[in-house]
């Protein structure tokens, strides 16, 4: 029979309709978001926008072989990269809560480039992404460079996500940073102790520390922002002069600033910082006169004024920005053949920036505003054009040269959030959050890395006085980092009026009226508490510390009186400090006389006047007694005198509290409160010492150096294990560990004691990263500490490469110290190679006989190439038989022992 010819095109259509459903679904399975991956992954109030799967991270330098695997996410807030590989040793460094190791911030991204087959290419905000990309290249501002490689990529994910990053990483408005979106749900006021100088409060607070409350006031006429738009809401001014004074006084100044009181000194003498007058001002020049006069004014007695315009003598913020790209391209080099050929003229390099100069330049001026106002006893007066950017430079170093209290965590932290934050540095600006770059070499820019500049300052200090401040270079390197970190409000914005503008206009205040931006102090909510000890300077704690004595001499403060703040809440359980205190939340403060005796009386300090705010009396001549010899302190009436011996038992005795007369007072027979030093201030009390407070500068370019960390960390041509300055920290924070737990246990031991009334701290933690102890569980890797501590620019670690070495010259007949020429490689970034082999329990001779294999061929290539004749004339005769560097046959010794917890490995 005949076939049929007719065809049921339902039939195709049906087939083509579930052919269709197929691949939909198959495209969805391919394209749709890592949900999986991204769970856990991101900030409350984070939005993945585009991502890209099978993604090949390396660094820029590397082979791209030797690259992870994983996802690429672009973020409102950073490019992250999810892997699962793990690194096989664990690189001893600071953990981020809010960033992964492998996360880049959006704002850090300075320069995007594209590498299709034949080409490289710029991109800028509105590029046109083509396809056939193969490599993405992002240049950070922190001068880090990550490369991804997009060889295994579904085709038209790297166009998407590259698209993502152009777009995000160059906001338009200052709204699109992630502060705007960050939901925090934190309550400001309760995590942060910094105060914030938003209120009346806090500046009245900083005049009474300067004992300056009687000659300048805090005013508010700029509390709605309408006379200064860059001043903040509050500002000290001379007493003399009325509001009104200050209305006709502002719009003389350039931005409308008028001199602001920064700080005073324990001479009385102030520093205050200003904008230039307006050169069309017709009476500007009489009301600066009449403003100096004010300032002339206010103290004890009347003062000369010392006015230094910091535009004469300083580089503007132009030449400035000039000096730091060079330095960028400097510590950025595009290869590894480039960083060894700059290395042989380093310094010239260096020199030819100006950056350390610039540097220089800035601690010359402080030290020269130090030495009018310590020696002289000068009024000074630091203006510039815009003061703004300068100014806050030369006021903060002079307040750190000065003021042991700038030089803790806590008085560093308000000493930025009142000169540079509420005094009005445009970091939006500078730091260039809203910079859209256009492509041209030569594009003209308002950025400029002040606070940078500032920074470097500190850390110079830091270097010259390593003794003096409580923080470490770690905690610089994260406030700068932390400059690009925009989940936080306080490096954001150019002004106060800015800052609350746009937050009341944001929606997450529409939603929530209590929602507040997070400031940066708030470190909790970035880093663990054990984290946050890596900020902590042993030096300064050893030398600080309540277990070597403290001198009559050394309790004082900036004022001619130390204060001493006692908490009765707190001292109802130190067994009598206060008889029946009638309110346990009253506070009592008291003034140490600067008139103590300094023979007898050396662990004496006398409490003068003292009060107490709500019921409880407490006696005039209440004294806190101080014994060097057993480290602990007596709070009583008197300091027992004239028999030796029992003064030196008196610390550690308490006798029964009696009716306080004159002369019992005299006889010295009542003790209130025996404790050590640590337990009184643990309890509220301060003492506050002022041993050497004024800092010497070093001057000079030999004594400016780079600060590598910060600028050199992502190079791991530089870096070396072992033997730098982070192993001398560790060293330096394990013995300070060990030196307060021994002290704690003395405490105990002293407790035992009959009669003694000794209160141990409360806790036994010295506060060091490091303890003198092994942990308890050894980890499974060892630790590895490099000299750029707690930052390294490696996860893996392989054998470093000598390309371009002396040693790599020697080996190929070249003259060793010929940094000249130019070496070849076959990978655009070449790869830096560092391969440490610690054999585990489990897999020993497996890698002991994988190493050995590697080393023999490594030799016998080296030994190869020795044998090959070079045009060149070697250093050593031709005929001469060249020992190599190692025999192939040779058995290394494991650089890491695996039985080690924490072990140093030399630089290969």
Known sequence: MAESGFKSYVDIAEKEHKRNEKLTEAYKKVYKQPQQELEGHLLPGEIAIAHSKKVIKYSAHDDPSKGISGTLVCTNFRVTFITTEKPKYDLVEINNSLLAPQDILLNNVEHVYVEYRNKRKKLTPGSKVKDGIERLELHCKDFRIVAFNFKLTIK?????????????????????????????????????????????????????????????????INENFTVSPTMGAYMVVPKSLTDNDLSNIVHQYMNDRIPQWCWSFVNGCSIVRSSELRSESEVGGQMEVKFHAAIQSTGSESRNIRVIDLSKQCPNPIQ????????????????????????????SLVHNSKWLHHVNTMLSVANDVCMWMNVKEHHVVVKEQTGVDLTPIITSLTQILLDPEPRTIHGFQSLVQREWVIGGHPFKTRLGHLHQPTGNADEATEMSPIFQLFLDCVWQLCRQHPDKFEFN????????????????????????????????QSEQKAQDKSWQSLPLWAWGVQYKQQDLKLFNNPLYKLQESDFFGVKT?????????????????????????VENPTNHGASINRSLSSSVATSDSDETAIAQSATQSDGGEIEDNFQIHYNSRTGVVVMGSETPVGDKKKKKSFSIRRKKAKDLSHSQEEEGEVVVCVMPLQGVREHGVKLQRNKDPILEVKLGLP??????????????????????PSAVYRQESMLYDEIHSLHHKIIKLMQSIDDCDIISPHSDDSGMYFPHTPPATPPTHPYIISNYFPYSPVQDLGRKSILGTPLFNFIHGNPIFDFGQKVKNKHSRSPSNFS????????GNSSKSNEKSSATNSLSNSCENLDKPSKKKPLMPPTEKRTPLMPPTERRTPLMPPSESITYISSV
Request: with cysteine; glycine share 4%; hydrophobic share 35%.
């Open 156 to 220: 038209g994910e790297e166009k998407t996500i590259i698209k993502a990053i152009l777009h995000h990483a160059y906001p338009a408005n200052v709204t699109l940073l992630f502060a705007f979106d960050f939901q925090h749900n934190q309550d400001v006021n309760a995590i942060i102790s910094t105060p914030l100088y938003r209120n009346h409060r806090d500046w009245m607070e900083s005049l009474k520390r300067c004992n300056n409350d009687q000659s300048w006031r805090v005013s508010s």
């Open 320 to 347: 400035i920005q000039q000096s730091f790209i060079k330095l960028r391209n400097l510590c950025m080099p595009a290869s590894e053949s480039e960083y060894w050929e700059s290395d042989g003229h380093w310094f």
């Open 473 to 504: 270079p770690t905690y610089l390197v994260v406030m700068m980092d932390a400059l690009r970190l925009t989940a936080f409000d306080t490096f954001i914005f150019n002004n106060e009026r800015e800052r609350q503008r746009r937050i009341d």
């Open 553 to 577: 001499s050394d309790l004082s403060t900036n004022t001619t009186t130390s204060k001493i703040t006692c908490l009765t809440s707190s001292m109802t359980s130190l067994n009598g400090i």
């Open 703 to 724: 004594n400016i150096n780079m600060w590598g960390t910060c600028y050199h960390r992502w190079l791991p041509w530089s870096q070396l294990f072992g033997g730098s």
């Open 836 to 843: 440490f082999t610690t054999p585990s329990s489990d897999e």
